[in-house]
Nanobody, 119 residues
Framework: QVQLLESGGGLVQAGGSLRLSCAAA????????VGWYRQAPGKQRELVAE??????????TYADSVKGRFTISRDDVENTVYLQMITLQPKDTAVYYC??????????WGPGTQVTVSS
């Protein structure tokens, strides 16, 4: 059974940093496209950053709103995908989710972790 678990969220002041982790059990994240999404109150869930599978080259993509501030990476030994976030702003406040996509029919979400940025 595949399980994803996010961690690393919390309360931080504007300008601060956090590193989110997405740990997997029951699968290897290296064979999946892994994305970090976020959902703020009253808003739709949006893709923040994604890293493609190793066989697809591990390419990274970012939403324009986080380019230059967020970095997604994968540690194959730890079987974890990270989202390093710097220069956080109140608009980054949201629940952050990771998603591992193996195929059109086979993808999984974690339960999410709350990030709150105070001004």
């Amino acid at each position: 059974q595949v399980q994803l678990l996010e961690s690393g969220g919390g309360l931080v002041q504007a300008g601060g940093s956090l590193r989110l982790s997405c740990a997997a059990a029951g699968t290897r994240l290296g064979v999946a496209d892994v994305g970090w999404y976020r959902q703020a109150p009253g808003k739709q869930r949006e893709l923040v950053a994604e890293i493609s599978s190793k066989t697809s080259g591990g390419r990274t993509t970012y939403a324009d709103s986080v380019k230059g501030r967020f970095t997604i990476s994968r540690d194959d030994v730890e079987n974890t995908v990270y989202l390093q976030m710097i220069t956080l702003q109140p608009k980054d406040t949201a629940v952050y989710y990771c998603r591992a996509t193996f195929s059109a029919e086979y993808d999984f979400w974690g339960p999410g972790t709350q990030v709150t940025v105070s001004s």
